[in-house]
């Protein structure tokens, strides 16, 4: 038995397929029944039952599961406490955020971290904000970036970013002349959502008086995607300021104030309160704490277009 076979073990119990659980470790098929094989012998016991075409684990692969997880958790600790004898922070840094995050609001951090400890390798958890809240209380990953509130007595949290919701529309859109426009106004334009996440949940809730007559016209999975179709003329879109600055410096999109209604989005860095953490991640929280941080975005006028430097004197 070794880790490998357990990581591989585990995949396949989350895939339930070991063709899947292949493309996941980078085996193929056949080499992933060779581990499971291997383990079963092992063990002396049938890990999992191949019925059908889904693949689950026997009461022994369950309890195996439950101690693979320990297992696979305690030897990345085992490295990262090594690695922590060191007279500078190295290993993995292992924290979690968003894509939108991780691409408008953190690049500076995370070059700035770099520049402080190259030794580290910086990896990065992917998910919604309440994934990432589930993997920092079990401990597989060491801190997280997500929007606040979080309600979690075991987690310490420190906002470090607010971000104004404001109405992006093309340049060439009547709205985009406005000083700000109210709800009801957004509400007769044709409309691209999130699918899913907090902005969409925000949405919801304050286009439910105007559900009868909205035009949801795209449902899309990425920010990225939002602002294409945006800047393209397709639809108006509620979005964080920060995410839009690249399209309103370069004139393809504007950003417009929305009337009566202050909303923000904020971010904070959690991790757990009572976990002694890898020197790695409290040299990631020291710098994303102190008051000479590097800057988390770039900042944006009120009315949506690029705060310009004032003029110098003389």
Request: aromatic share 8%; glycine share 6%; with cysteine.
């Amino acid at each position: 038995m070794d880790f490998d076979q357990l990581t591989t073990f585990i995949q396949v119990v989350k895939q339930r397929s070991f063709s899947r659980a292949g493309e996941k470790v980078f085996l193929s098929q056949s080499a992933v029944s060779a581990q499971i094989r291997q383990l079963e012998e092992h063990y002396g016991e049938q890990l999992l039952d191949r019925a059908g075409k889904s693949v689950r684990p026997t009461p022994a692969g369950e309890v195996l599961y439950e101690y693979a997880k320990r297992l696979l958790g305690l030897r990345d600790e085992s490295k990262r406490a090594v690695a922590d004898q060191a007279s500078r922070p190295r290993g993995e840094l292992l924290v979690g955020a968003n894509e939108a995050t991780c691409l408008y609001v953190l690049p500076e951090i995370f070059s700035e971290y770099h520049r402080r400890f190259p030794g580290v390798q910086i990896v990065i958890y992917r998910n919604f904000s309440h994934k990432i809240i589930e993997r920092v209380e079990e401990g597989t990953i060491d801190a997280g970036i997500v929007t606040l509130p979080v309600k979690s007595p075991s987690l310490r949290v420190h906002p470090i970013f607010r971000d104004r919701i404001m109405l992006m529309t093309a340049v060439d859109n009547p709205l985009a002349r406005r000083p700000a426009v109210t709800i009801a106004e957004i509400a007769q334009q044709p409309l691209i959502f999130p699918r899913t996440g907090f902005t969409r949940r925000m949405l919801d809730k304050f286009f439910r008086p105007y559900r009868a007559q909205l035009r949801i016209t795209m449902e899309l999975a990425s920010v990225g995607m939002i602002k294409r179709f945006v800047a393209a003329g397709l639809g108006v879109s509620l979005i964080g300021s920060s995410f839009a600055r690249d399209e309103v410096s370069a004139g393809r999109a504007a950003l417009v104030p929305i009337a009566n209604v202050d909303l923000w989005r904020e971010l904070g860095l959690i991790y757990q309160r009572n976990r002694s953490l890898p020197r790695a991640t409290t040299a990631f929280i020291d710098l994303l704490t102190s008051p000479g941080r590097p800057k988390l975005a770039g900042s944006l006028s009120a009315a949506g277009r690029p705060a310009r430097p004032p003029k110098r004197k003389g």
